[in-house]
């Protein structure tokens, strides 16, 4: 009934820039909590940041200061621009909704989505 769909990712130089984008689709009633998380090679998947319906933010502290996360309801989008990157920031980011739709039987049903992953690399 939903789908994320994540764009943006690719290489990146250390000290440059790059914007994530996760555009949600489908019989969305409300999204509540949006946010980004990361996996690593070898590592487990952790937190990167997270965004409420109005607009209260919260991040790791590995990122704090270079990353922001921001969100468009219209849209249904959320977005991380990642500034100042570094080599451990490389890593598969997955976006995350949780969200009010439609069911099948047009009940209204809550439950968590995750994109697909889009890989960034920071590396000169």
């Known amino acids: 009934q939903v789908q994320l769909v994540e764009s943006g990712g690719g290489l990146v130089q250390p000290g440059g820039s790059l914007r994530l984008s996760c555009a949600a689709s489908?019989?969305?009633?409300?999204?509540?909590?949006m946010g980004w998380y990361r996996q690593a090679a070898g590592k487990e998947r952790e937190l990167v940041a997270t965004?409420?319906?109005?607009?209260?933010?919260n991040s790791a502290d590995s990122v704090k200061g270079r990353f922001t996360i921001s969100r468009d309801n219209g849209k249904n989008t959320v977005y991380l621009a990642m500034n100042s990157p570094k080599p451990e920031d490389t890593a598969v980011y997955y976006c995350?909704?949780?969200?009010?739709?439609?069911?099948?039987?047009?009940?209204?049903?809550?439950?968590?989505?995750w994109g697909q992953g889009t890989q960034v690399t920071v590396s000169s």
């Open positions: 995350y909704a949780d969200v009010y739709y439609r069911g099948r039987d047009y009940n209204p049903r809550r439950s968590d989505y």
């Open positions: 489908g019989s969305i009633i409300v999204i509540n909590n």
């Open positions: 965004i409420t319906s109005g607009g209260t933010t």
